[in-house]
């Protein structure tokens, strides 16, 4: 079975580009999880969606970071203009259903993001 | 961040012994995963937990959710070389949908 897919894996990017990251959720999952990981604050959990609509955006870090999720297989998260500090892996998530007991969540490989 | 106390934050241990870590929460959670991170990847999904009391085994690894609901372990027996990697706990609070709250992972490093 096919798990999360991410793309691109790796990324090198210059300040003030943009950066588009795209994920691909497990078939059937109706909730999508947008994650940053880094050294210092560890997996933290910036957006989610249930049924391709946002449920809770209160962990995006700024204006600057956007996400969509225009169909059940498929979502990007955007970063416009791109800086160093956002330097991080972003991990896409997905689930078989947004609530109640039974929930786990599969992670996709990430996509490695330094921006220079 | 993280809202969860996992610990210990690293372990060194010799192949064949045996792993304990755990988490614990000021809030009461009704579901308990256990993740693995090896360098370059994703998170891996171990073990997921959804009642109190329940005791969950998938090989070598066993954990189990804590009677208060309030706190996970995960144990590792006779641990081999793959076995290194990062180990995070995962907790999701009633009503929470499927937002969850991770632990500052345990990192395992096993020496032959």
């Known amino acids: 079975d096919a798990g999360v897919i991410q793309s691109p894996r790796h990324e090198v990017t210059e300040m003030g580009q943009e950066v588009t990251l795209r994920c691909k959720p497990i078939?059937?999952?109706?909730?999508l999880f947008w994650y940053r990981q880094t050294m210092m604050r560890g997996l933290e959990l910036l957006i989610y969606?249930?049924?391709?609509?946002?449920?809770?955006d209160s962990g995006m870090p700024e204006d600057r970071f956007s996400a969509k999720m225009p169909n059940a297989s498929f979502s990007t998260l955007k970063i416009q203009p791109s800086e160093p500090r956002d330097s991080a892996v972003y991990f896409c998530?997905?689930?078989?259903?947004?609530?109640?007991?039974?929930?786990?969540?599969?992670f996709g490989e990430g996509s490695w993001l330094t921006v220079v | 961040g993280q809202q969860l106390n996992q610990s210990p934050q690293s372990m060194f241990i010799q192949e064949g012994e045996d792993v304990s870590m755990n988490c614990t929460s000021s809030?009461?959670?009704?579901?308990w995963l256990w993740y693995k991170q090896e360098p370059g990847e994703g998170p891996v999904l171990l073990i997921a937990?959804?009642?109190?009391?329940e005791l969950t085994s998938n090989g070598r690894l066993t954990a189990q959710f804590g009677i208060t609901r309030k706190d996970s372990f995960l144990n590792i027996s006779a641990s081999i070389p793959s076995d290194v990697g990062i180990y995070f706990c995962?907790?999701?609070?009633?009503?929470?949908?499927?937002?969850?709250?991770f632990g500052a992972g345990t990192q395992v490093v096993v020496t032959p």
């Open positions: 998530a997905s689930s078989p259903r947004g609530g109640g007991t039974g929930n786990t969540i599969y």
């Open positions: 078939s059937g999952h109706n909730s």
């Open positions: 969606f249930n049924n391709n609509v946002p449920i809770d």
């Open positions: 809030s009461i959670f009704n579901t």
């Open positions: 937990l959804y009642k109190a009391g």
């Open positions: 995962a907790g999701r609070t009633p009503g929470g949908w499927g937002k969850l709250q």
